[in-house]
């Protein structure tokens, strides 16, 4: 009897779910609308580490390309990586250390050139900064590699809401 009450309540939310409009982005799989337009985006070469990480993080998400079929768009990324040291000690050496990087992107249309898509995209992190010289360029190149992976999802994530909304015209 009681799992009886709890099923009409379940019933009226997935019926007001459903008319609210909710689309799932990636209905489809890989064979749907936002999934296909992904896989035709190229991503233009970085430059520097940073650039690397993040146009393999990139990559990776889009999806394989499809072998002879020219990309639909370029996204052009400009990176900004700058690592700063803050909380001075009392011998005077730095205590703690903040990596910041910065994405600009564009996404363009290659049959016209025309920009659909100019935005910015980041990521930071606190590092400590310890007496081992060795530890602490680890924990450096392991703050780029996680932000590198974090603004490479941003990215993506704001691209295929722009193919979405291109896919529903």
Known sequence: MRFLRLLGPAFVGAALLSGCG???MYAG?????VARGLQGVQ????????GWL???AITDQLGADKAGEAPRYRLDIRLDDK???????SDDTIGRERRTLRAR???VDMSNQEIVLDATAGSDAGIDVVSSDYATIAAEQTALENMSKDIATRIVTAVALRLRGDTKQ
């Open 105 to 107: 992107y564009q996404l």
């Open 22 to 24: 909710l689309q799932p």
């Open 54 to 56: 993040v146009r393999n």
């Open 43 to 50: 991503v233009a070469a970085i430059e520097g580490r940073a």
């Open 29 to 33: 799989g890989g064979n749907g609308a």
């Open 83 to 89: 690592l700063e040291g803050f909380a001075l000690l």
